[in-house]
């Protein structure tokens, strides 16, 4: 079992920065990737970025592009997502992902999430 948890949200105004952490724990496993998913109310779930822990590989929605960085802590199985320029439709909650890799397979875990709101 993989135990993740988020920090970091918070309400803000727009323009200003938050950064969330998303920490993966337990024994025996290997992370292969963490990801920020966000969900607006009334909204589907959306990937916002991902990172590979391995190689440091990353992707990001074209929406949050310029404007978020994901990093991470493979010493610490943490990842950090920096948000800057918040705008109000990036009011979601945020959700952070790992997949764990073994035995053939990859494995899905989710944190409980994290509030960010941006107000105009």
């Known amino acids: 079992q993989v135990h993740v948890l988020e920090s970091g949200g918070g309400l803000v105004r727009a323009g200003d920065s938050l950064t969330l952490s998303c920490a993966a724990s337990?024994?025996?496993?290997?992370?292969?990737?963490m990801a920020w998913f966000r969900q607006a109310p009334g909204k589907d779930r959306e990937l916002v970025a991902r990172?590979?822990?391995?190689?440091?590989?990353?992707y990001y929605r074209d929406s949050v592009k310029g404007r978020f960085t994901i990093s991470r802590d493979n010493a610490k199985n943490t990842v950090y997502l920096v948000l800057n320029d918040l705008r109000p439709d990036d009011t979601a909650v945020y959700y952070c992902?790992?997949?764990?890799?073994?035995?053939?397979?990859?494995?899905?875990?989710w944190g409980r999430g994290t509030q960010v709101t941006v107000s105009s």
């Open positions: 990172i590979f822990m391995s190689s440091g590989d990353t």
């Open positions: 337990g024994r025996g496993y290997s992370v292969l990737k």
């Open positions: 992902k790992v997949s764990r890799v073994g035995g053939g397979t990859v494995d899905d875990f």
